[in-house]
């Protein structure tokens, strides 16, 4: 949203919205490499784990597929309503991963061992 914002700024005020958003979006990127990776070693049965990352790296391939889909069919011709779908799409993958994770985790945890 603040690359939208950005547009219809003077150009000084643009500069730092665009600067703000840029650092946004490193920091966002960070934050999802740790916690995707985190998340498929932590899932991963120790017998099968291969396959879960060969599984999860194709994740990769998808991004590269569908986000310039998503950006020319969704964010080009909706500007600057396109900018503000965006990041409501994101939210629902968040809030989907939010919601599931958990729930898988504690499917493939190991028993608590109650010996002492």
């Given amino acids: 949203m603040t690359f939208a914002v950005a ?7 643009a500069f730092a919205m665009a600067c703000a958003a840029v ?4 920091v966002g990127e960070n934050r999802h490499a740790v916690s995707s990776w985190n998340l498929s070693y932590a899932v991963s ?7 879960y990352l060969s599984v999860f ?4 391939a998808l991004q590269g597929i569908v986000g310039p889909l998503l950006a020319t069919l969704v964010v080009l011709p909706l500007l600057p309503g ?11 993958g968040c809030l989907v991963v ?11 945890a190991p ?5 002492v």
């Fill in 7 to 13: 547009d219809r700024l003077p150009a000084g005020a």
């Fill in 111 to 115: 028993a608590e061992s109650t010996e």
């Fill in 45 to 51: 049965p120790p017998d099968r784990m291969g396959e």
């Fill in 82 to 92: 396109g900018w503000l779908v965006t990041p409501l799409l994101f939210g629902l």
């Fill in 57 to 60: 790296s194709l994740g990769g």
């Fill in 98 to 108: 939010f919601v599931v994770a958990p729930r898988l985790e504690a499917r493939v």
């Fill in 23 to 26: 650092l946004l979006l490193t």
